[in-house]
């Protein structure tokens, strides 16, 4: 049994993560704003995780083997989390994402079409972070996605003596009603319906993983691996649209339809018109087997169609 802290976890696979903790035996203790009600077994601190001295107060003397972080965003939060979690903790989790990878805001070098990137792709002891750009404003920080997601990674990595490791996560799809983001649902609808699917007019694949397995990695990176750094969580098979569109037609009988756009137009959700798609190599070397995408896709989908088309209650 181990003492897990987690930051969030109240949504999508964050909550499979904290029910397979509990269901493991561990101690759970979720902090968030309490949006929603923790599930039966864990403890909960209601408290914003962005006024440090709240989250400081509320932990009170607790301290814990490891610290679940779902919803680090912004260096800003990242030196925060560190403050107060130096001695409270054995190790420091974060949710991180592929978008770190993403070159479309960064000067990292275009890659090859079909490159599988690595974590060295990122040398995070020397990337810039900005303190006083306005992370707290929301607009500003979606915006920056990408980037305050590298920021955060990258003070963490340097805090010396603070045990830390980030779990950088594909594009995650299944769950059904779950799936918050509705990114899967934009296809199915469109499929269906007969409508167009707005695509790049060349389209790079990228790298996906079920929303199953991404609790099950988290579960094993935070009680069954002490790795620090980052690794990759992704599915082995690159996924395009246009392959995911089709997926859909052959699951539901329907020819996905597609608009080319022009330069500068919104696409559909996982339309990419650049590549970096990532490696999966160290989770395996490191003990985690992943699945192949094309094993769960059709599942994912069939979930989708069936939280799309059930009668309202």
Not at 179 to 194: C, K, N, P, S, W
Request: a negative charge.
């Amino acid at each position: 049994m181990q003492r897990i802290c987690v930051i969030g976890g109240s949504r999508y696979f964050g909550i499979l993560l904290v029910q397979r903790l509990l269901a493991a035996g561990h101690e759970v203790t979720l902090v968030n704003r309490g949006s929603s009600p923790p599930p039966p077994g864990a403890g909960h601190l209601r408290v914003d995780r962005d006024d440090e001295a709240a989250l400081s107060a509320a932990l009170g003397l607790r301290d814990f083997d490891v610290v679940i972080d779902q919803v680090c965003y912004t260096p800003v939060q990242a030196a925060a989390a560190a403050r107060v979690f130096r001695g409270r903790t054995r190790r420091f989790l974060m949710t991180s994402t592929i978008e770190v990878y993403n070159p479309a805001d960064t000067t990292l070098p275009s890659v090859p079409h079909g490159t599988l990137l690595t974590e060295g792709r990122l040398d995070l002891t020397t990337w810039p972070v900005r303190m006083d750009l306005p992370w707290d404003d929301p607009e500003f920080r979606d915006a920056h996605y990408s980037e305050g997601k590298r920021q955060a990674e990258a003070v963490l990595s340097r805090e010396e003596g603070f045990p830390f490791a980030s779990v950088r996560v594909a594009h995650v799809l299944g769950g059904g009603a779950l799936d918050f983001t509705g990114r899967l649902a934009h296809y199915v609808e469109r499929v269906i319906q007969g409508r167009e699917i707005a695509v790049h007019d060349t389209i790079r694949p990228s790298v996906f993983v079920h929303y199953e397995e991404m609790a099950d990695l988290m579960l094993w990176a935070a009680t069954a691996s002490d790795f620090t750094g980052p690794v990759n969580a992704c599915s082995d098979g690159l996924l395009d649209a246009e392959d995911l569109g089709a997926a859909i037609g052959a699951r539901t009988g329907r020819h996905p339809r597609y608009r080319r756009i022009a330069a500068g137009e919104e696409a559909s959700p996982y339309s990419f018109d650049r590549h970096y798609a990532m490696s999966n190599a160290r989770a395996r070397e490191l003990g985690f087997p992943l699945s192949r995408t094309a094993d769960w896709l059709p599942s994912a989908i069939d979930e989708t169609v069936a939280a799309l088309t059930a009668p309202a209650v």
